[in-house]
Every structure is written in C-alpha cells, then in structure tokens.
C-alpha cells in the first residue's frame, strides 16, 4: 500500500469536517458522511485475496454515502468479490497540512454497498493516498 502514515493521520482526525468528492467515469459526486479508522480484515496472515489483490492483517477503510443513485450502475465493475475485473475508486479532498491547504487523492479498493432508497453507503479500503 502505497500511502503516507502522518497524510492517513490527519485524514482520519479531519474526515468529518472535509468535503469529499468521488469521481467515476467523467462525472464527480459529493460523499458525505466520511470516516477513515485502521481496523482488522477478516484474515489470519498478510494474503493475496483470490489472486486478485492484496490483503493485510489491517487496513485503512473509509466509508461514505453518495446520495445520487445514478452512481450505482458504475459501481458494478468497480466492487471487490466475485469480480475479478474492479478498478479503483478516486476520491479528492482538500486539508490544512502544517498551516497549508493540501489537495489530496484517495485511491481505494470498494468492498461493499449498501444502498437505500434516498443514498448508497459505500465500504473501501484505502490502497493509495497522495498530496497533488
């Protein structure tokens, strides 16, 4: 994984109060409801996943919701399982980084949807962070 551990910090103490955008095809769609954490994947040692990618024991996950459900059809070729063809998901924000404002992009895996009638909540996992 690719990533910054002090950029990963700081997106995790100011996910709340930043603006996210997710960006599919050539269209972008604000998320709201964002939240980062370092948690434990469901395996017992560092694996690749059905040959298909990468698993640690930890990951850094983010979850958030979309409320435009013209997203959901693109969705379909990015999610992880049975899918062995998904792509990753780019999602932008900008921080204050050391008094400075910072642009960053967020590459991640989707692991899972949840969609309601209104919005769609979406389960990654972080695989790339970067500062633009």
Do not use: C, W
Request: a negative charge; glycine letters at 4%; charged letters at 20%.
């Amino acid at each position: 994984m690719a990533v910054d551990e002090d950029l990963l910090k700081v997106l995790i103490d100011s996910a709340s109060a930043s603006e996210f955008t997710l960006y599919l095809k050539d269209s972008s769609y604000p998320l709201t409801n964002v939240s980062v954490a370092h948690s434990p994947v469901p395996v017992n040692e560092p694996t690749t996943r059905g040959g298909v990618y990468f698993s640690d024991k930890f990951a850094y996950k983010m979850k958030a919701t979309v409320q435009d459900l013209s997203v959901v059809p693109l969705l379909t070729k990015k999610m992880l399982g049975p899918n062995t063809e998904f792509g990753e998901l780019k999602i932008t924000t900008s921080m204050t980084i050391d008094g400075s404002i910072k642009n960053l992009e967020i590459f991640t895996n989707l692991t899972n949807s949840v969609q309601t009638p209104d919005s769609i909540e979406l389960s990654m996992i972080i695989v790339k962070l970067e500062s633009v």
